[in-house]
């Protein structure tokens, strides 16, 4: 169908917001959005190149989407596009590659290359030119505040695919913020490469203001933060953790327990301090539900310091781990060392990771049995609090995805087929 485009969206909630954007500003300019089953003339592809893992799934994605999409425009775009650049190109049917630079042109390159729309009728648009942004096929919006990354972290390739850091107006910000409650969303998500490093028009540091600003604007949407450095959480932000309009949540990645290991990654602090910062935030705010990355298999990584990383995540009850085994990336300090650990023991660290994330995220959710929560209805039909604990009902036929529901949380259940994380049973 002329006119259409359907969309892949790889990765980070930064490649969903700017995956949505992409969506609304293809509206404006007449183009609808489409499944795939329905023949879109344009397939626009948002990669990730995080892991090697997610580079091959970004291949295989662009081929099938050329074998089922045949006559369709092939579209690509995102981190991988933007370091790897000369690869997709490389692929047979790809239409063109823009990385993320220019990825908020996309729909006016596209229109100019099939003469719809005439060059010099392109607006200037930077990294956070989108269209007022709606959340497309999801109930929770997503806000992109900062892009990039200034860190040198050793196993890192986001920098190469992101570039330096730089942030968003912050009257842009805040006028998002009131699109985004005006029109009913019930959760803000603000993201960015490294969203402590947000800086004001006189390029302070100010990240803790613009939190204090967006919660002084709502007055009916909540607001959560994707992820948050260590070196950035401290007194403040613990106190702004206890607001009643912000999410009972904070993602800190630890990437490891080991001193030993983090120094070697490049990271910007030791276990102790990691540690320290957690232990204060949740002396301000007890009940406060922290999640975490952690990389395994390390070049150097003995069984003693994944035993740390272990140990560090049961010390501060972290209550949820997004767990991933280590993988070379081209342009890396890391490329470097000897990838020492094989494959079997990063699989098997992986494992006992996940263990005691789900062991952990049973043991804070059970500590709130009974007790009430204002949840999110998400399209799958389970409900989020705003601490994170995933509920299930029964019978959601009767409420509206997106609607905030009162329930009370009830016994713990297994993962199951459709459900493949653990959840709690929702009680209206």
């Known amino acids: 169908m002329e006119n259409t485009v359907s969309f892949h969206t790889l990765g980070c909630r930064l490649n969903i917001f700017e995956t949505d954007g992409l969506a609304n500003s293809f509206a404006k300019l007449g183009i609808k959005t489409v499944t795939d089953t329905e023949k879109p003339g344009i397939v626009v592809i948002n990669t990730c190149t995080v892991t090697n893992r997610a580079d091959s799934k970004n291949r295989n994605i662009i081929r099938n989407a050329i074998k089922n999409n045949p006559g369709s425009q092939i579209w690509v775009t995102g981190c991988y596009a933007q370091t790897d650049k000369e690869v997709i190109e490389k692929i047979p049917g790809v239409t063109g590659v823009v990385g993320n630079t220019d990825k908020s042109k996309l729909p006016y390159m596209i229109l100019e290359k099939t003469d719809q729309i005439q060059t010099n009728q392109s607006p200037a648009l930077d990294r956070f030119s989108y269209a007022d942004v709606l959340p497309q096929n999801h109930t929770r919006a997503y806000l992109k505040i900062q892009d990039g990354c200034n860190r040198v972290c050793s196993y890192c390739k986001i920098p190469q695919a992101r570039g330096k850091g730089v942030s968003r107006n912050t009257k842009d910000v805040i006028d998002q913020v009131k699109f985004l409650q005006d029109n009913g969303v019930g959760e803000i998500i603000l993201t960015g490469v490294n969203l402590g490093w947000f800086r004001d028009e006189s390029n302070t540091k100010n990240f803790n203001k613009l939190l204090l600003q967006i919660l002084d604007t709502l007055e009916y949407s909540r607001l959560r933060l994707s992820s948050i450095e260590p070196s950035d959480v401290g007194h403040e932000l613990a106190e702004i953790t206890l607001h009643p309009r912000f999410c009972n949540y904070l993602h800190v990645p630890m990437q490891s327990g080991s001193s030993k290991i983090l120094k070697l990654m490049k990271r910007s602090y030791t276990a102790e301090t990691f540690y320290k910062r957690i232990s204060l935030v949740k002396q301000k705010n007890p009940n406060l539900f922290i999640g975490t990355d952690i990389i395994t298999g390390f070049p150097g990584e003995s069984n003693l310091e994944f035993s740390e990383s272990?140990?560090?995540?049961?010390?501060?009850?972290?209550?949820?781990?997004?767990?991933?085994?280590?993988?070379?990336?081209?342009?890396?300090?890391?490329?470097?060392?000897?990838?020492?650990?094989?494959?079997?023991?990063?699989?098997?660290?992986?494992?006992?990771?996940?263990?005691?994330?789900?062991?952990?995220?049973?043991?804070?959710?059970?500590?709130?049995?009974?007790?009430?929560?204002?949840?999110?209805?998400?399209?799958?039909?389970?409900?989020?609090?705003?601490?994170?604990?995933?509920?299930?009902?029964?019978?959601?036929?009767?409420?509206t995805t997106g609607q905030f529901l009162n329930l009370k949380i009830g016994s713990y259940e297994e993962p199951n087929s459709v459900l493949k994380e653990g959840h709690f049973l929702g009680i209206l």
């Not at 070379?328 to 000897?338: D, I, P, Q, S």
């Not at 789900?358 to 929560?373: A, P, V």
């Open 310 to 399: 272990l140990q560090l995540a049961r010390d501060l009850e972290i209550a949820k781990i997004h767990s991933f085994p280590f993988s070379v990336r081209k342009g890396t300090t890391a490329e470097l060392l000897k990838d020492d650990v094989s494959k079997e023991e990063k699989k098997e660290r992986v494992k006992l990771l996940n263990d005691l994330s789900k062991e952990q995220y049973k043991k804070f959710g059970e500590k709130l049995l009974g007790q009430s929560r204002e949840a999110i209805l998400e399209g799958d039909g389970t409900c989020l609090t705003d601490d994170y604990i995933k509920l299930r009902l029964a019978d959601t036929t009767k409420f």
